[in-house]
């Protein structure tokens, strides 16, 4: 389907909503940008339960959160139910610019709706020249090492660094092994999980895929990953003052109010040039199995200039819903 | 060993190479707090190379490091050669002082001896009521995921968090799925090292640990853990203005200047009680195969509370190096 379509359907979706035009542009852009990506769990696909959430008043179309500075580097956000991506967009422009200045600032948001893929953010940033840290909560779906029972978010991590030459560096992964929509995809095309992945809804180990979406994912990298999803889980529900563990609630839900946190740090450090370390990288002889060594977000950004002239692919479903959201006669997609 | 015998011929040591005596108890300190923590890697092990480092001219053990602020929260620190744990202290003084001021605050640090245990660094911030992160570089020992040479640092990361009520939440952890000591430590008493740990040096999978010890690490976590150290050494590097991949020298031998980067992120925020939520994790049923659900950093601690008691156990040949060095009777440990 073509960019532009997609686009105008879910801007005519999200003005019926309510949502004004410059903070729907900023949300569809974001789901566009996932699609452009090939992250489709992150993409069109909520676009649904986004203006549930509004119907629902757990969202407000209008709102870009309170901004307070509790020290000249540390901004706290108030989301006021806005939009994730509206208020993460603003919350962003301010430690920026304030960056410039101190050489490095942070936002803490609370009470702001799912931000979606975290490497958006952190990329504009380095775009802007700025190396950039991005961090999200979410429910509990991570068991920790050695439990039974998830009590950990999928807690998400991004990073960017301009590389001076090239376009920036950026690496954008959560901390499960895998994501519960993976998990969800093997339930509906009846495929079995590999082992490792994830719990039963008793704490046991399980490759049915149905039984694992009551149960828990396991921590990427054992016992590394779990200290590292919780360091962030922690670090995070400190500084923006969010929900922890299993009370972690708005992200998979369309009636309850989001109370994840999110945390951005933003440093306007020295720039150095890092492209030829990672083309040396790039040139690598790949090991047995591996058609070539990849640098973290290079393929999704391969795909998105791929899509920005073939288009996207965007399930029936997904579009169908579009169409019904947005009011629009139904077309094929 | 009682632990003030190891200190004091530790100092003695130092004071024998010429390091003053507030950098030598510095030093010290932290190569004990390895030692309390059952991480002898990063113990008194380490001192040898230090005095060699000294000798040599490589170690500077009388420099704090220069300090110029690029910005109001951005400290940019030439380690002058000086001993790791004295620069990256000063520097964490002048950051935590910052910071209280400007909610955030980072000191990126070249041109600075091994910094040893990350852990040590933020648990300090965190027991004064800062969020901390530390970063740190290594010589390349690192595979790219799909690749069969080192190219990337082991790059720990430690973040701490104050609680509340509890002691501060602390893991420390190298992004390599093993270090090399251990691996050093698997072929000196012969054994095997499981599958999926090392590369030998025609980049082939090998479960031969003296032939790993020629080789590569495999990132912890797969393409996930990949992404992440790859993220720390770009950010490192350019932060500091440090070396990159296979340039980086002078933390494995005794006679080249170190060139890794060291960053400091420090934030002082709002302070939550999640001591509850943490007493949760403790309290969670075990998995199979697992006697408790452990969380990151305690039981490190449990050991060095053991150990201020019982004593340090050190090896044989390091007491015997000690002595030798402090230039001491010999005198079993």
């Known amino acids: 389907m073509a960019l532009d379509e997609a686009r105008a359907v879910g801007l005519r979706a999200l003005a019926k909503a309510g949502v004004p035009d410059d903070h729907a542009r900023t949300q569809i852009e974001l789901l566009l940008d996932a699609e452009l990506r090939g992250v489709p769990s992150h993409g069109l696909l909520r676009l649904g339960r986004i203006i549930e959430r509004i119907g629902n008043g757990v969202a407000d179309p209008a709102a870009r959160g309170a901004h307070s500075w ?34 490095i600032a ?3 948001i609370s009470n702001s709706n799912h931000i979606g893929m975290l490497g958006w953010y952190v990329e504009r940033m380095a775009d802007e020249g700025f190396t950039a840290i991005a961090l999200s909560t979410s429910e509990a779906l991570v068991h ?3 439990a039974r029972r998830a009590m950990i978010g999928t807690n998400p991590i991004a990073i960017a660094v301009p590389t001076g030459e090239g376009e920036p560096f950026m690496m954008d992964t959560a901390t499960g092994i ?18 490792g992945w994830a719990l039963d809804a008793e704490g046991n180990p399980t490759t ?86 990849l640098i973290p977000g290079e393929r999704g950004r391969e795909c998105r ?29």
């Not at 791929?306 to 019904?324: D, F, H, K, S, T």
């Open 144 to 146: 920790p090492w050695g």
């Open 70 to 103: 509790r020290a000249e580097g540390f901004l706290a956000v108030d989301g006021q139910r806005g939009l994730g991506p509206v208020v993460a967009n603003a919350a962003l422009d301010a430690i920026a610019e304030r960056a410039r200045r101190t050489g």
């Open 208 to 293: 049915d895929a149905a039984a694992a979406k009551d149960g828990a994912i396991a921590p990427f990298g054992g016992a590394k990953g779990y200290a590292l999803g919780l360091a962030l889980e922690l670090m995070v529900t400190s500084l923006a003052g969010a929900a922890v563990g299993r009370d972690v609630v708005g992200t998979l839900d369309s009636d309850r109010a989001c109370n994840k946190g999110d945390v951005f740090i933003v440093m306007d450090g020295p720039r150095h040039d890092l492209s030829r370390y990672l083309a040396e990288l790039r040139a690598l002889e790949p090991a047995e199995g591996f058609e070539r060594v």
């Open 178 to 195: 895998v994501s519960m929509g993976e998990i969800h995809d093997h339930a509906n095309r009846g495929a079995p999980i590999p082992s």
């Open 305 to 333: 200039r791929r899509r920005l002239v073939e288009g996207i692919p965007v399930a029936e479903a997904v579009w169908n819903r579009m169409q019904a959201l947005a009011g629009v006669e139904h077309v094929a997609g």
């Open 106 to 108: 942070l936002a803490a």
